[in-house]
């Protein structure tokens, strides 16, 4: 008795459609509710579905999670290179449409703000600087330039430097404050790295930061120091400036 046998073709063509179902119900499930319920791994999965093409991608996004340490923060963080090198099915289009998910966050935040915003508190600024470092990789010391009215006028990158550490020179800063013809200034950095508690040379440099600035008529009303989640430190709000 001959054994008969589904073609070939149709058997692709059967795999196919169960491909493309189960990428329109992860679709449809974001579409209903956003991104409550997903796991970090059908997160990246819904990305992948955009870079990688009639391919199940469900074992690329775990293989992800568990190169960079179960943390999906941690592979959307990781350089471009490192991702298409640890996992196999990463290319290059992958690896930069995963590199811009934080970036794109960054410049949507940062959109939401006028250019003339006033800082009326220690929280709308955090909010702010959130937005502009939150997700950086490095150490940056940023200058936010104010008029008398606390309305923003301009940002300064004074600095950019390694993961733990920035080299910040007290005439840069004056410089920025200067150009902007700013009556005050927000100092701030970012700790990649860990906590935002201060150290020495932190609580150092903002003394020598508003001492000279005084001396310019320019006030310093914080120094916030943001790190990862909600965390930050404001040396206003902890009489760091007294």
């Not at 991608?57 to 190169?67: M, T």
């Amino acid at each position: 008795m001959k054994t008969s046998a589904y073609p070939q073709s149709a058997v692709n063509s059967a795999a196919s459609h169960g491909l493309e179902g189960h990428r329109g119900r992860l679709r449809e499930r974001f579409l209903r509710g956003g991104l409550a319920g997903f796991h970090d791994y059908e997160i990246l999965e819904l990305l992948l579905t955009y870079a990688i093409p009639r391919k199940d991608v469900k074992p690329i996004a775990k293989e992800l999670l568990e190169k960079f340490g179960n943390n999906l923060a941690a592979v959307l963080d990781a350089p471009a290179e490192a991702l298409q090198r640890e996992v196999d099915g990463i290319g290059e289009a992958a690896a930069i449409l995963l590199n811009l998910v934080p970036r794109l966050f960054d410049s949507y935040q940062a959109s939401r703000w006028k250019p003339r915003e006033a800082f009326c508190s220690t929280q709308s600024a955090v909010s702010y600087l959130r937005a502009l470092l939150g997700t950086q990789r490095q150490e940056i010391f940023c200058v936010l330039a104010l008029d008398s009215q606390n309305r923003l006028l301009a940002v300064e990158q004074v600095q950019r430097g390694s993961v733990n550490r920035t080299a910040v020179f007290p005439r840069q800063v004056a410089e920025a404050a200067l150009k902007h013809r700013a009556t005050a200034v927000i100092l701030s950095h970012n700790h990649p790295g860990g906590a935002p508690t201060p150290s020495a040379a932190d609580r150092q440099l903002t003394k020598k930061l508003r001492q000279m600035l005084s001396d310019l008529d320019i006030l310093v009303h914080d120094h916030i120091i943001v790190a990862g989640g909600d965390q930050y430190y404001s040396f206003a709000e902890n009489g760091g400036l007294e």
